[in-house]
């Protein structure tokens, strides 16, 4: 299979919530031209990204909302249970941490790390906070396959690379800095105040 682009990636997890409405609505067969509409893009784009995977669908007819539906899940991986390791106990950990979204799409959260001793301790569904300087120790002995880093842009860094020692090799970040990781480590930003601002211009304009 020749490199997916994260753009690619990014299409079919459109493509897998809108395919999810689809059927809630009842609906069974799904067009290209359809799917595009719903997904502010072309046509074209929408066969390209598939062709990628394989061959769906059924000339005339469309896709099978259901079959294309399970064969997204497939390809991204979401018919796996993905366990999360989170670092930051404030407002955002807390609320990443309580979203019914990740356990819907098989991410569940098995570790919380923090280093506020009130915090230390506390117990989130089943979930026991622990400190951060217990993190390492922890994870090489009850390891993760993602950890969400929600701490203050400061210790980001130093968290990432515990991460990185510890062998985790999907980081999603929250922090709003700049982060670097060694090859064969997936880091992903998600930085809350750029599409704040990017939202700002435009309607500034």
């Given at each position: 299979m020749e490199k997916i682009s994260e753009f690619t990636v990014?299409?079919?997890?459109?493509?897998?919530?809108?395919?999810?409405?689809?059927?809630?609505?009842?609906?069974?067969?799904?067009?290209?031209?359809?799917?595009a509409e719903l997904g502010g893009i072309t046509s074209a784009q929408v066969r390209k990204d598939l062709s990628y995977f394989g061959n769906f669908g059924t000339r005339g007819l469309g896709y099978s909302v259901s079959e294309l539906k399970a064969q997204i899940v497939q390809i991204?991986?979401?018919?796996?249970?993905?366990?999360?390791?989170?670092?930051?106990?404030?407002?955002?950990?807390?609320?990443?941490f309580f979203h019914q979204g990740?356990?819907?799409?098989?991410?569940?959260?098995?570790?919380?790390?923090?280093?506020?001793?009130?915090?230390?301790?506390?117990?989130?569904?089943?979930?026991?906070?622990?400190?951060?300087?217990?993190?390492?120790?922890?994870?090489?002995?009850?390891?993760?396959?993602?950890?969400?880093?929600?701490?203050?842009?400061?210790?980001?860094?130093?968290?990432?690379?515990?991460?990185?020692?510890?062998?985790i090799k999907g980081i999603l970040n929250f922090a709003p800095t700049q982060l670097t990781v060694p090859d064969g480590v997936w880091l992903r930003n998600v930085n809350l105040a750029v599409a704040l601002e990017s939202l700002s211009f435009y309607l500034s304009m």
């Open positions: 990014r299409r079919l997890s459109n493509y897998y919530r809108i395919l999810l409405d689809l059927e809630k609505r009842g609906t069974t067969t799904v067009s290209s031209h359809r799917l991204l991986g979401l018919d796996h249970k993905w366990n999360l390791a989170l670092f930051g106990a404030g407002s955002l950990g807390h609320a990443l990740f356990r819907d799409d098989g991410f569940y959260f098995k570790h919380v790390f923090d280093v506020d001793g009130s915090k230390v301790g506390q117990k989130w569904n089943d979930v026991i906070i622990t400190h951060q300087r217990l993190a390492e120790e922890t994870l090489r002995r009850d390891p993760v396959n993602i950890a969400v880093v929600a701490t203050p842009p400061e210790a980001a860094a130093d968290v990432v690379a515990l991460l990185v020692r510890s062998g």
